[in-house]
């Protein structure tokens, strides 16, 4: 699925690890150079080392914290000094909270809203210009089926997913005539070490007899009876990121087991 990336760069922010990873694992194997970025600098070195042994493709990892556009620009110009122009570009840089909202502070929401919405209309804005220049570019990012249902403990994270969904359709819609499309990806819960940590603290919280039971019973609101795996939704990311899917933009695939049918 992932032939026809050949000579094209991509550009990953927070593919240090997970789903990122995963699809820039896919498109190295199709072809492409592939930066990976990721705030935890270190990871994003190592990542990109490892893929460039798993893969032999031409990779370059970056720090880069997504939250502020001065490094966000520093990231797309290291990208294409070394890589070439980017035409393909995957957000998956976020964090994940578990709280209600009554448990929630301003901080919370802000550090949240920072990282998933205006973190991702820093990358969108500084990769645009040249692509919509170009005639060619794609660009996934990454939502949550949680902004498509809502969920429980998981408000703000939601929201700003939710925002996430309508800055991706309102740019789609501006810059479609360009050459450029832009899509969200929102996975279900998915295996990543983003979920695992999460589930050490819930199991920290309420012990193994009452975790093992909510584990049963999650796996009971997914028809397919598993969890995702990062190779599931880097399929769809990099389906969209492909030549194949020029008439798609303004979509969002939810990649989730049946977890949700919306
Ligand atoms: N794993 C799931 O169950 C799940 C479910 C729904 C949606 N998602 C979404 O999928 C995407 C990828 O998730 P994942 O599970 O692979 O996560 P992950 O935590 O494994 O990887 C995300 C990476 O983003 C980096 N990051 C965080 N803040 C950053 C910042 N400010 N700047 C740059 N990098 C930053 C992290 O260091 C991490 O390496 C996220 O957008 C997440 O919200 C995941």
């Known amino acids: 699925m992932a032939d026809g990336f050949h000579g094209k760069t991509v550009l990953i922010p927070g593919g240090g690890r997970g789903i990122g990873y995963a699809a820039g694992a896919m498109m190295a194997r199709g072809g492409a150079k592939v930066a990976l970025a990721d705030v935890v600098g270190d990871r994003a070195q190592e990542a990109a080392a490892s893929l460039k042994d798993e893969t032999g493709a031409e990779t370059l990892g970056i720090a880069c914290d997504i939250t502020d556009m001065e490094q966000v620009k520093h990231m797309v110009a290291k990208t294409e000094t070394a890589l070439g122009p980017v035409n393909v570009m995957v957000n998956t840089a976020a964090i994940v909270a578990d709280k209600t909202f009554m448990e929630s502070t301003p901080d919370d929401w802000k550090e949240m809203l920072d990282i998933c919405l ?58 479609g005539r360009n050459g450029v499309t832009l899509n969200v990806v929102s996975p279900g819960a998915t295996d ?71």
């Open 118 to 175: 205006y973190g991702s209309m820093n990358v969108i804005h500084a990769v645009l210009p040249g692509m919509v220049e170009r005639a060619n570019g794609r660009i996934v990012c990454l939502a949550s089926d949680a902004a498509r249902t809502g969920q429980a403990r998981h408000s703000y994270y939601a929201a700003a997913k939710g925002g996430v969904i309508a800055l991706v359709k309102s740019i789609a819609q501006e810059v």
């Open 192 to 262: 990543t070490e983003l979920r695992q940590g999460r589930e050490k603290e819930v199991l920290a919280a309420i012990g193994k007899e009452r975790f093992a039971k909510r584990e049963q019973a999650i796996l009971r609101m997914y028809p397919t009876r598993r969890l995702g795996q990062p190779d599931d939704i880097a399929e769809g990311i990099v389906y969209l990121c492909g030549d194949g899917a020029s008439w798609v933009t303004g979509q969002v695939l939810s990649i989730n087991g049946g977890f949700a049918m919306v």
